[in-house]
């Protein structure tokens, strides 16, 4: 049975700031500079003009803002089924992997092997500690009450594991570690992915035809290994 997502948690009801007046004085410049406020902060200022001190001690125009503001926190995690945490997934990459699969050439056993080990990434590193063995048992745990079952077998795993790698999608750092091109799938944030990239950089160079920068596969009909940095360089430019 398929558990619950866990239920969404309540957002916060908008609250209102206490009234702020500021002094008018008369040119259209201070109206110009309330809204600008309010348009850095979201929100839209109500202004409204009430008396304010005059030479003689009177109080003359003065302006009252109103700001409406949430205190819900931006930086709160996403709300995630499960208790493994969560990843970050390149949109490009979640498409081209649906394009591979509906061509034919990502086999069902290759997307099962790249997603089983991308999920069981440590936080912050961008390593997967699997030996092929435990990625085999991983993948036929929910099999083995099932008669017959047709389960995935440990050649099949290193055959996908040796093909993902010349696609770079994956690297093998030894010591039954695996490492995710963690431009297309990661988990931590930016800071730990920053690092991250400065040690493959410094394992393999900064060259765009080397590990993380391109992304398999090749010789598809019509298609060529995508080189990121250049794809980059195109988008930033158009």
């Known amino acids: 049975m398929t558990p619950e997502p866990p239920a969404r948690t309540q957002r916060r009801l908008k609250q209102q700031a206490a009234p702020v007046e500021v002094p008018q004085n008369g040119d259209d ?10 348009g850095h902060i979201g929100q839209t200022a109500n202004v409204t003009p009430s008396p304010a001190r005059t030479r003689g001690g009177r109080r003359g125009p003065r302006v009252q803002i109103s700001v409406d503001y949430s205190d819900a926190d931006p930086r709160g995690i996403h709300n995630m089924v499960g208790e493994t945490g969560y990843s970050i997934t390149s949109n490009w990459f979640a498409q081209w992997m649906a394009k591979l ?10 997307a099962a092997v790249f997603l089983f080990v ?29 008669p017959d079952a047709k389960r995935i077998t440990r050649p099949t795993v290193n055959k996908a594991v040796k093909t993902l790698i010349e696609w770079g999608w994956l690297e093998s750092v030894g010591y039954g570690r695996i490492r995710l091109n963690v431009t297309l799938w990661f988990t931590g944030n930016s800071s730990e992915q920053k690092n991250v ?13 080397v590990f993380p920068h391109r992304v398999g596969p090749k010789h598809i009909p ?9 794809a980059h360089a195109r988008g930033a430019a158009g």
Not at 224 to 229: A, G, V
């Open 29 to 38: 410049v201070l109206d110009d500079i309330v809204s600008l406020l309010a």
């Open 118 to 146: 991308a999920g069981g990434q440590k936080k912050g590193t961008g390593i997967a500690s699997y030996t092929q063995q435990e990625i085999t048992d991983g993948l036929n745990e929910l099999l083995i009450e099932i």
């Open 222 to 230: 019509g298609q060529q290994m995508l080189d990121l940095e250049a």
């Open 101 to 110: 699969l509906v061509a034919g050439v990502l086999s069902r056993s290759r």
């Open 197 to 209: 990239l400065e040690e493959i950089a410094s394992d393999h160079g900064d060259e765009p035809g």
